[in-house]
């Protein structure tokens, strides 16, 4: 499978680097592949530069958001959250209508400092956002409510633990469960909450997984539904 | 101990009836007592009068908000998060100065139906609303996150899941931690987030609650972190 992944970070490269060694052909998108190979150094929170990862990941391509997007079957929105909603409007239609895209990213908005707070939040999700904005993409809101370290290796954090999943199209849902699976999340651990509408649920969770962070001082925790009974409560 | 139990809906009336088996003296407050005890039948949501709850439960004794928090020596909040505001603001400054608040009431608002969203929410929180209009109260945010049932009796989930704790004042959080063990709370599942600031988080947690509810079919569920380590992270 050829998968886009919208966004340069930390998630996306994570994310990348584990769809790589799963065999997959990935393109990583950016806004100016240029602008982001130009970029020296670790950023203000000890990220490293693009262009160092990049050198250690040569399968993996850098491309324009429309460019990685062309012949991607996937897209994966790890970009900023408030700035996904430009990242998609760059690429023509015709290569997003019809693709499943797996929303991993929270719309955190950092004006107000540190913990961020969401924007949209509560009314509104960014997981509805990119479906109104893209009625034919299939939009598969998951992945979100967790480091991305943990995305890829739920391992990380012992014991049983969940992963959600937000979606109108039940295919999608099915294809990105295939994809969780090969993550290493078991079948029990994925909950299907419903709709794109119960995205907003999930972004919701961001703000305590912020002060649990502070309070616990390490980021290898996860939410587990305690009382679920094994994950599969809407096939 | 004497507890004025704030609001008389399900929610007040499972921890008052929990308080007083445990041998505690409750009152149950109200805006008006006679309007209160006037009610008839269930209401829509297939609730109970509060009279014929009162009936089976002669030790607890109703009267209005101020009445039920003079003789006090800790408040519950147990009213509608809209309403909290108005409910203490009745009651005489000096029958609340220096007490400690357990606040386990969320913000829902209902006016665009259900599921019902937060207000305030992510840049403010109820338990914080609360803490600014008594800045000599002790509020301690606790027990939001969870169906009635299960704040007075933990068992009711199988294996291991968490209580929050949010407040500024360390004394009044210990003190709420053993009424929380005296309900059946083991000391690994109390996991105190720091000041009462971090009650957005906990409200904000509603969301997914209710979306979970409608997926599971059930409210005999919990949020466990997985990862956090035994929940004796700030002492």
Redesign the interface.
């Known amino acids: 499978m050829r998968y886009a992944v919208l966004g340069t970070g930390i998630v996306g490269r994570t994310l990348a680097g584990k769809l790589v060694s799963l065999g997959h052909d990935v393109l990583i998108g950016t806004r100016d592949p240029g602008a982001t190979l130009a970029v020296r150094g670790p950023n203000e929170y000890g990220i490293p530069a693009y262009a160092d990862w990049q050198a250690g990941h040569p399968e993996v391509r850098l491309a324009a958001f429309a460019d990685a997007a062309e012949g991607a079957d996937v897209l994966v929105n790890a970009t900023g959250g408030r700035v996904s909603l430009q990242a998609l409007a760059s690429v023509d239609r015709a290569h997003v209508d019809g693709k499943v895209l797996i929303d991993v990213a929270n719309p955190l908005d950092f004006s107000?400092g540190f913990p961020p707070?969401?924007d949209p939040?509560?009314?509104d999700s960014l997981g509805e956002q990119l479906q109104r904005a893209h009625p034919a993409l299939r939009v598969v809101k998951t992945l979100n409510t967790m480091q991305c370290a943990v995305m890829v290796d739920p391992g990380r954090?012992?014991?049983?633990?969940h992963v959600?999943l937000s979606g109108d199209d039940g295919d999608a849902k099915k294809e990105v469960r295939e994809l969780l699976h090969s993550f290493g999340w078991p079948e029990a651990s994925v909950?299907?909450?419903?709709g794109i509408e119960?995205a907003?649920?999930?972004e919701?969770?961001l703000?305590?997984?912020?002060?649990?962070m502070?309070?616990?001082?390490?980021t290898?925790?996860?939410?587990?539904?305690?009382?679920?009974?094994g994950g599969r409560?809407?096939p």
Chains 1, 2 share one sequence.
Do not use: C, K, Y
């Open positions: 107000r707070g969401l939040v509560d009314s954090v012992a014991g049983e633990h959600f909950l299907d909450l419903g119960t907003r649920g999930t919701m969770l703000p305590i997984w912020l002060r649990l502070g309070s616990l001082g390490h290898d925790f996860n939410f587990h539904i305690q009382g679920a009974g409560v809407t």
